[in-house]
């Protein structure tokens, strides 16, 4: 069955500590993304990546970094330099064909600051 | 700077009227137009999609209209069903830039 799993459904992080959030996908898609999503915010680009090894800042990576050492892994570390953590955080993928494309989403991780 | 503005923000529409959901765009180089359905604690999905070399799709219940001249683009849901109350995402992107750029939503509630 293929798809975007990320984990855990919820995350709860205290002040100063830096969490991470997994995506994982079996999709053989090359290119993942990241997004935040706030109510009436619609859905803003924190990195994404083209390619395994190369990655680029979205509209919004301050506070966040990410690591693409493998095709279908694509993990989020939300710092303690984001003071305001708290959102929806939406994983995505595409094929990377480098024409406009279909973006999947995985079901989401919702983060909350205790 | 928001390149896509998406109205209105929320809608509520009585079972088997007509939902319409507008988006205006500012980036003449946008070259491809999804709407996104995304149901309460889910990740979005794909519902349809155009591209500006054609003024209208349309599949099943669901119609894409596109205005070129004016950078509009609409979302037309006929015989709107309970079923379909979820907030409705536009979106664009140009060339073979991946990003995506989101509107900010409209949140459909369709009454039985």
Redesign the interface.
Known sequence: DGG?TQSPKYLFRKEGQNVTLSCEQNLNHD?M?WYRQDP??????IY?S?IVNDFQK?DIAEGYSVSREKKESFPLTVTSAQKNPTAFY?C?S?I?T???E???????TRLLVL | QQQVKQSPQSLIVQKGGISIINCAYENTAFDYFPWYQQFPGKGPALLIAIRPDVSEKKEGRFTISFNKSAKQFSLHIMDSQPGDSATYFCAASRGSNYKLTFGKGTLLTVNP
């Open positions: 975007i290119a993304y009436g915010q619609g859905l803003r680009l994404y083209q979205g939406l995505a595409s990377g480098g024409t406009p279909t973006q999947y989403f995985g079901p989401g």
